[in-house]
């Protein structure tokens, strides 16, 4: 499959900002892989990871390696104009153009951020232990930026109709913040969880201007995405963002919610 298969989010951004999330499509994995998975840990033939992951760069022309992290459900922001592919992150954050951040996800929420004037970019690991324990925060803390001329997009996620989750996750994010109980729906003894409701209310509350995307669901739309909560065993997709060297600096006025 083309590339055209993967998704560019709709936001504001200026247009020197570029980013592109993967779908299944365009890759040489085998089931239960198949076909353009990104990840190395998951139990793929380590020569297919490799070789999507060139088809990636030369498809998208990207101005260098991707930050290739090891995530582990935290805080830490990486930064690839300093640190180095493997190191344990769950975000990654630039103003150097030409250097390219990455997450990878199979249900978690993959976020992006970048500033009005596209000096600076983000993108953030968000599955619901990163996300209680203020990854998105740390990431906001990046920018110097006020911030009300932020820019997020939310990527394709488990939805709230799939988002199973007992007391304790509830309890993560219900006791230091009463009013997120309205993303928790009864479910017999467990809850649905509306992990979209929870990014959304934590960007809210930080004061970020613009908040697009959350308008999938991973786990019921098996021809596009890899989801661990559907497959288990499973690949994991791509969400790069990067600022183009070659391109002239550029903005967008005001954002509109």
Known sequence: M?????????????????????????????????????????????????????????????????????????????????????CRADAAQTETPGRVCVVLTADCLPLLLCNRGGTRVATVHAGWRGLAAGVIEAAVACFSDPPETLVAWMGPAIGPSAFEVGRDVRDAFVRPDPGSASAFLPAGKRWLADIYRLARRRLARLGIGFIAGGNYCTVTDPRRFFSYRRDAVTGRMATLIWIDPRAKPGHHGRFRT
């Open 2 to 86: 083309p590339e055209d298969d993967w998704i560019r989010p709709h936001w504001p951004a200026p247009p020197q900002v570029k980013a592109v999330l993967t779908t299944r499509f365009g890759g040489v994995s085998e089931a239960p892989y198949d076909t353009f998975n990104l990840a190395t840990h998951v139990g793929d033939d380590r020569d297919a990871v490799v070789q999507n992951r060139l088809r990636l760069v030369e498809r998208l022309a990207l101005p260098s390696e991707p930050l290739w992290m090891t995530q582990v459900h935290g805080c830490a922001v990486a930064d690839p104009a300093q640190d180095s592919s493997g």
